[in-house]
């Protein structure tokens, strides 16, 4: 299991959700807890980067940017950005 962490600017953006995708945000918190490696990279041509972006939201109206720090088992959200 890796633990869980967010920048407070991607904090801020979490703040202003709209409460339809806290759930969703909350199903994506343990997904990186979990699997972290199992979402896209966040660069194409960095298939194996550190960097991953994933989708979420009830229509995929959200997308969060993370970090893993595999050798201290952490995940970093750095960004969240919520298209709805």
Do not use: C, H
């Amino acid at each position: 299991m890796y633990s869980y962490e967010i920048l407070p600017e991607a904090r801020e953006q979490v703040d202003g959700l709209p409460t339809t995708a806290l759930l969703s945000y909350a199903e994506l918190i343990t997904f990186v807890e979990l699997t972290p490696w199992d979402a896209p990279p966040y660069r194409d041509d960095k298939p194996d980067g550190n960097l991953r972006k994933i989708v979420f939201g009830p229509a995929g109206e959200g997308i969060a940017v993370y970090l893993i720090l595999e050798d201290q088992r952490r995940v970093i959200v750095v960004s969240v950005t919520w298209f709805g």
